[in-house]
């Protein structure tokens, strides 16, 4: 799909559609959009009158053969209202627009940005908008739908002293969005592995967690280590560590999950694929900031030789675990990748994680739940969060959650012990091999799933937390 900048005036643009957006309880026709309702002899404002156009968020308005445009068509979108338009509607709402035209067999259109909106994070979250809604979970279906394509978005409204500005956002939310929806393919993929460090060299390491929750799979495990290493890194500056749970299926184990359901657990690796994902685009836009991505992967099965509840391994650093149900592997393997993110060299860690079904009972599939034992590092993130459009909450942290994990006959045990607080028991868990290092716990469970399409993106995996993490790295 190509991104290009449109610079003709509205009425010569010969497109399938042309599409803008009006806002809530605000007299349509101002700025562009009354040029426009001047060009089509008062279109616009019949619309509204007749109750059709009422700038509500993400409502459409499609209307064939506009009078006064070359045009075939004229889509309008709703942004409800203008003083809580930011980027993050502005995303949804290109979104939504991608999706409608292509349903429909539209392969080009124009996407024309109002007055006061020519920034390039506009352009940014438009290019993000499209490119994201674009992406399609039918890699395994033989009949596609090869006639419904959009070939080019053109981003019309910027005057020539804008234009660089808008080249750059339009560059930069390509290779962002193209991540995302990398990261998305790769949550998609029925259980199989990438290879990097083998079991040999895993035992070498002695990370005893990520092979105790390997032991019950043939499919040996595999830690997947990517570095980038800017030329331009400031000496003694900050090195990020980015660590993915990638548990490419998990079945519970020997606490095993009940069968309903049980064929989404593909999606379980979805940290380690965000994570990659990220290293994709980073490697794009190069900032001058070292980042180590670790991302342990394996799958989490029954079997003669799985672990069983009241085994005791001993991770990486050196800490001794209760395991007390072979369903909470996800920290497991965490524990060895955050002790080994460190041990190469990260000074502020990050992981995400599909780790518990007790983030979507706190914060459903609105937000992404934030775990941090440093707040000037936790700060940074949730500011990033914010301006990458993407919803996450911070979590408490405080000692006395502690206590839930304590173990009777080792160090720790990786389940609570207490009723409740099972996200935060989680997060505590991982904790304990971050130690003094600044470190963030992204509970991702609820948000790195869609169950159902939403009008700006697909069923299936959302490539959450990406975006938050390219802004965050790129920000230091
Ligand atoms: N992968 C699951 C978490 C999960 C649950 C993700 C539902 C998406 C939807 C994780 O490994 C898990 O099983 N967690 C357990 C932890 C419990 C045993 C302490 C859970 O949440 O039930
Ligand atoms: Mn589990
Ligand atoms: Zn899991």
Redo the contacts with the bound molecule.
């Keep these: 799909m190509q991104i290009t900048l449109e610079s003709k005036p509205f009425a010569t643009l010969e497109t399938d559609a042309l599409v803008t957006y009006v806002f809530e309880e605000t007299d349509p026709a101002q700025g562009r959009v009354a040029e426009l309702d001047k060009l089509t002899g008062g279109l616009l404002a019949k619309l509204s009158k007749s109750g059709e156009l009422t700038g509500k968020t993400l409502e459409i308005t499609l209307v064939h053969a506009p009078a006064g445009l070359k045009a075939t068509r004229l889509l309008l979108l709703g942004a409800g209202k203008r003083e809580q338009f930011n980027p993050a509607t502005l995303r949804k709402v290109a979104g939504a627009a991608l999706r409608h035209l292509k349903s429909r067999g539209v392969h080009n259109f124009t996407f024309v940005l109002r007055e006061g909106d020519l920034t390039e994070e506009a352009a940014q979250a438009v290019t993000e908008g499209a490119i994201a809604a674009d992406f399609e979970s039918d890699k395994y279906k033989t009949e596609k739908k090869n006639d419904k394509f959009i070939e080019t978005v053109s981003v019309a409204g910027y005057g020539e002293s804008e234009k660089a500005a808008a080249e750059k956002g339009i560059a930069r939310g390509r290779i962002v969005a193209e991540a995302q929806n990398f990261t998305r393919d790769l949550v998609n993929e029925p259980s199989n592995k990438l290879e990097i460090l083998d079991e040999k060299k895993i035992a070498e390491l002695k990370m005893g967690a990520l092979l105790s929750v390997a032991q019950g799979s043939v499919e040996p495990p595999r830690m997947i280590v990517i570095t980038y290493t800017p030329s331009n890194a400031k000496p003694g500056g900050p090195v990020v560590g980015l660590v993915g749970k990638a ?1 490419t299926f ?1 079945t ?1 184990g020997i ?1 095993i ?1 009940p069968s309903d359901g049980m064929e989404k ?1 593909k999606y ?1 690796m979805a940290g380690g694929a965000t994570m990659l994902g990220v290293m994709r685009a980073l490697a794009a836009l190069k900032p001058s900031v070292k980042v180590i991505c670790v991302v342990p992967a394996t799958e989490n099965m029954p079997g003669g030789k799985a672990q069983k509840p009241g085994d005791i391994q001993t991770a990486m650093s050196g800490k001794t675990i209760e395991v007390l ?1 072979t ?4 920290r497991l393997i965490l524990a060895d990748g955050v002790h080994y993110a460190k041990q190469l060299g990260a000074t502020h860690l990050v992981d995400a994680a ?5 983030i ?1 009972v706190a914060l459903a599939n609105i937000h992404v739940g934030v775990f941090g034992s440093d707040q000037a590092w936790t700060d940074k993130l949730l500011a990033s969060a914010k301006a990458a459009g993407e919803k996450m909450w911070p979590m408490p942290m405080d000692e006395e959650y502690r206590e839930f994990i304590k173990g009777s006959f080792a160090d720790i045990q990786n ?1 609570g012990s207490g009723k409740g607080g ?1 996200a935060i028991t ?1 997060a505590m868990f991982i904790r304990e091999f971050a130690g003094d290092t600044p470190w963030i716990h992204l509970d991702i ?1 609820g948000t790195a799933w869609n169950d159902d399409a939403k009008p700006w993106l697909a069923k299936g995996p959302t490539g959450i937390a990406l975006r938050t993490l390219v802004q965050l790295v790129t920000s230091l």
């Design positions: 548990v998990d519970g606490s999950k657990m379980d149900n369903d909470a592997e996800g599909t780790l518990t079904g007790a979507v389940i099972g989680g469970a």
